[in-house]
Nanobody, 120 residues
């Protein structure tokens, strides 16, 4: 599966952004991760093809993951953004049934990333 993210940018703290990830197929599990230089990639949220979602505690209530299977597109709505949300954001896809955000291991397809910068 090929993945292309879009929607990143610069925003002030408290603002919102909506990321999109265009895929060439509709895999069972899709996820959003982010990474800051020098740190490990961290998972944020997952969604199955049927719409079951799971979130990292630090983004629960602020971020919403969704997908449109008819368009093969994944979304991440981000609200109440904080400077610590600044990172490169990646979408990921996995064909297996293990749909978790705690590790990148189950995901075999990754996009190139889109930068999100939140200023205070």
């Amino acid at each position: 599966v090929d993945l292309v993210e879009s929607g990143g940018g610069s925003v002030q703290a408290g603002g919102s952004l909506r990321l999109s990830c265009a895929a060439t197929a509709s895999p069972y599990c899709m996820a959003w991760f982010r990474q800051v230089p020098g740190k490990e990639r961290e998972g944020l949220a997952t969604i199955t093809r049927s719409g079951t979602t799971n979130y990292r505690d630090s983004v629960k209530g602020r971020f919403t993951i969704s997908r449109d299977n008819s368009k093969n597109t994944l979304y991440l709505e981000m609200n109440s953004l904080k400077p610590e949300d600044t990172a490169m954001y990646y979408c990921a896809a996995g064909q297996g049934r293990r749909c978790v955000w705690q590790t990148p291991a189950p995901y075999d397809s990754w996009g190139e990333g889109t930068q999100v910068t939140v200023s205070s």
